[in-house]
Nanobody, 119 residues
Framework: QLHIVESGGGLVQPGGSLNLTCLVVGYALDFYKIEWFRQAPGKEREGVSCISSNGGSITYADSVKGRFTISRDNAKNTVYLAMNSLKPEDTAVYYC????????????WGQGIQVTVSS
């Protein structure tokens, strides 16, 4: 059974940086597209960034372009989200999702990790 462990969240001042990590346990990461989502209080969950299984295709939400960088190391079963120039509006619970591309197969979610940007 695949499960996901997220780490790296916390409290940071505006303009600061955090690095989130998504560790996939129990199955090879190579088969999965990975997407980071976030959900702020009172708001719907939104996609932040996505990386294809081989890393060849990457997308970002307009709100984070130029500030966030997604990357992956399949040998370590890990995906990273480097977040720079953080703003208060980046405050949210961040979730990692592993999508196997096959609509008949389940995707998997991490438990979520809190990121708070505040002075």
């Amino acid at each position: 059974q695949l499960h996901i462990v997220e780490s790296g969240g916390g409290l940071v001042q505006p303009g600061g940086s955090l690095n989130l990590t998504c560790l996939v346990v129990g199955y090879a990461l190579d088969f999965y597209k990975i997407e980071w989502f976030r959900q702020a209080p009172g708001k719907e969950r939104e996609g932040v960034s996505c990386i294809s299984s081989n890393g060849g295709s990457i997308t970002y939400a307009d709100s984070v372009k130029g500030r966030f960088t997604i990357s992956r190391d399949n040998a370590k079963n890990t995906v990273y989200l480097a977040m720079n120039s953080l703003k208060p509006e980046d405050t949210a619970v961040y979730y990692c999702n592993a999508d196997p591309y096959d609509p008949a197969a389940p995707d998997y979610w991490g438990q979520g990790i809190q990121v708070t940007v505040s002075s």
